[in-house]
């Protein structure tokens, strides 16, 4: 594995679609580069184009402009023969699961090594390697029907792996799964991404499933890509507007702010994820009120901000102040209105 070597590299990408009323741009200028064994975010609203772009990668939408390269090979320039080859190498799991209804979980994994020819032993022997990886060796036989939301996405994550890919391209993986299962399933994603050096791109319109999982993010927004950075990197310093709406999705901080002491505590990465405030009240003994907040967990780490009005009394609010910046805290006081 070499994070420096791209896996995919997109070039000048466009997409349009035609249909009898006219024309629609669903891709324009898209230049990417996705890194061998990285995890890779692609975030926008509904209709920005992530999907169409997702599905670009594996040419399962042809580009009408611009180049793919998957592994070094220029996805355009193959014969059909080899483009079905290279998209062995690109698994892909589906929002809605896009399981086979008639085919238990054990056939429905083995179904792509069907296709490709492999020995129908060595593809049993293979499915139920994977269908312990994701858990549900209890579930071999079980159909789709029987299973709930989340074990028909583990299912579809085995089946994806089943021709050993080098990508797993994610698209809205987990938007059809409720918070705990989505926990699990990026839970899954992190592990198979660290034990097999997998390259995984997720494609979401949330960020907080990109806070859990991603290193690095891409923003699309009318069809365009408007940012490409580290995730720390965009959610503390957002340029474009739309990266600023999911970085802040609980709006920009008042300009001004009720009491005789306020002051904005900033997480910057260097203090753990803990319930900061509570110890701080605790330890002071020094009621605090909390104006505004707004802070994310970012691999264990709290970033954001929070402003919260100090005790009137001069003393316990100096020792509020003294006692967050030794827990490693930028704290500056800020201006206020009685």
Do not use: W
């Not at 997409?15 to 692609?42: C, M, P, R």
């Not at 611009?66 to 079905?84: A, I, Q």
């Not at 020819?117 to 079980?142: P, T």
């Not at 994310?296 to 901000?305: E, H, S, T, Y």
């Amino acid at each position: 594995m070499n994070q420096n070597r791209p896996i995919i590299s997109i070039r000048g990408l466009e997409k349009i679609f035609y249909s009898k009323t006219g024309q629609v741009k669903a891709l324009e200028d898209i230049n990417l580069d996705i890194y061998e064994g990285e995890i890779f975010g692609i975030i926008g609203l509904s209709g920005a184009g992530k999907s169409t772009l997702v599905r670009c990668m594996n040419f399962l939408e042809r580009p009408t402009k611009g180049t793919v390269f998957f592994d070094g090979k220029d996805l355009s320039k193959l014969s059909k023969k080899d483009l079905r080859i290279a998209r062995q190498s690109i698994g892909m799991i589906f929002q809605h699961f896009n399981l086979l209804m008639q085919r238990n979980s054990i056939d429905n994994i083995c179904f792509p090594l069907e296709i490709v020819g492999m020995d129908k032993n060595e593809a049993q022997k293979r499915a139920y390697e994977l269908l312990e990886l994701v858990g549900l060796s209890d579930k071999a036989k079980a159909y789709p029907a029987q299973l709930s939301g989340g074990q028909k996405q583990r299912v579809a994550i085995a089946r994806a792996l089943a021709t050993k890919p080098k990508v797993l391209l994610c698209d809205e993986a987990t938007s059809a799964l409720d918070p705990a299962t989505t926990h699990s399933i990026l839970g899954l994603l992190k592990q198979i991404n660290k034990e097999f050096g997998l390259t995984i791109v997720i494609i979401t319109h949330e960020m907080s499933v990109i806070e859990e999982i991603c290193q690095r993010i891409a923003i699309i927004d009318n069809s365009r890509i408007v940012e490409v950075g580290n995730v720390i990197d965009i959610f503390t310093n957002p340029k474009s507007e739309i990266a600023k709406s999911f970085a802040s999705p609980g709006g920009d901080r008042p300009d001004r702010v009720i009491g005789n002491r306020c002051c904005q505590i900033i997480f910057d990465g260097n203090s753990s994820y803990e319930p900061i405030l509570a110890k701080t009240v605790l330890e002071c003994k020094a009621p605090v009120n909390i104006l505004f907040a707004d802070t994310r967990n970012i691999d264990g780490k709290a970033f954001g901000q929070m402003i919260i009005q100090l005790p009137e009394d001069e003393n316990l609010s100096d020792r509020v102040v003294a006692y967050l910046r030794a827990q490693g805290l930028i704290v500056k006081e800020v201006e206020s209105s009685v």
